[in-house]
């Protein structure tokens, strides 16, 4: 079985990165694959969001070499989570000064058989870690909200993709822009809409995710927009946008 590896990027922190693994990767494992989220952000929300923040077998001992990657998985509601936490700054630390520090979450990911997809929320920066994740992964997804600077974020996250391409991955993909936390009354958020819709080559997904207080009401409950409210536009939207991720 072929596994997927997808990393979610912005460079910019409050963007709808951990919301969309989160509930992207929960519509998924509904819709049937076996999925697992990799909570790559030293901030660990995925983690704290789902319920399954745990101080002593993370993602950071795995990445250091004291814990397997499979002893660290940890399932909740079919969905399974490779969990972080703070020590993943001990653990940026300590890649930069290492030979090959690109490839470490790539090497711990080959070793897990019988995932569909593997979706890694990633860090708000450029870090060590997010080259870990870009390294490690076959396609890139990107939450995008319509504001006015959207634009120029949205170049230096090519940029960014572009020379991990050349340096290290030739095969990395663009999967697709999400447009996230969707104003639609909102005419900025229309017209920026149509910008990029005019003026980026890349996929944008036809399925918007609406801003909706369900979405940051779920990680409260520990639990997805679809184990919380499965009624609301939120859950009605990620669900929409899975479909479209397993046809694209
Ligand atoms: N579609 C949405 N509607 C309402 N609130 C949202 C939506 N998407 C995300 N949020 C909220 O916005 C904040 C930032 O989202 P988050 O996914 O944590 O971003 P990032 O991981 O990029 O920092 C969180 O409080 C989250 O609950
Ligand atoms: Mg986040």
Excluded at 123 to 139: D, F, H, I, R
């Amino acid at each position: 079985m072929k596994t997927t590896v997808v990393a979610v990027i912005n460079q910019k922190g409050g963007t709808g990165k951990t919301t969309t693994t989160i509930n992207l990767g929960s519509s998924l494992s509904k819709l049937g694959k076996k999925v697992l989220l990799v909570d790559l952000d030293p901030q660990s929300n995925l983690s704290y969001s789902l319920d399954v923040a745990s101080p002593d077998a993370t993602l950071a001992e795995a990445l250091l070499g004291t814990k397997s990657i499979a002893d660290i998985i940890v399932e909740k509601d079919g969905l399974y989570i490779a969990p972080g936490s703070n020590e993943l700054v001990d653990v940026e630390i300590s890649l930069v000064s290492q030979p090959e520090r690109e490839k470490f979450l790539k090497s711990l990911l080959s070793q897990l058989k019988g995932f569909d997809y593997v979706l890694i929320d990633c860090p708000p920066s450029l870090s060590v870690l997010t080259l870990n994740a870009l390294t490690a992964a076959q396609e890139v997804l990107i939450p995008l909200q319509m504001e006015v600077l959207t634009l120029q974020g949205l170049d230096q996250i090519m940029n960014t993709v572009n020379k991990v391409k050349k340096a290290f991955n030739p095969k990395l993909k663009i999967k697709g822009i999400v447009v996230v936390m969707f104003d639609i009354r909102r005419k900025l958020s229309q017209e920026v809409l149509e910008y990029l819709r005019e003026n980026v080559k890349e996929k944008i997904f036809d399925s918007q995710i609406r801003l909706n207080v369900k979405l940051a009401e779920a990680p409260s409950f520990g639990r997805s927009i679809l184990d919380y409210d499965s009624s609301s536009n939120g859950a009605k939207d990620y669900k929409a946008l899975a479909e479209e991720f397993l046809k694209a």
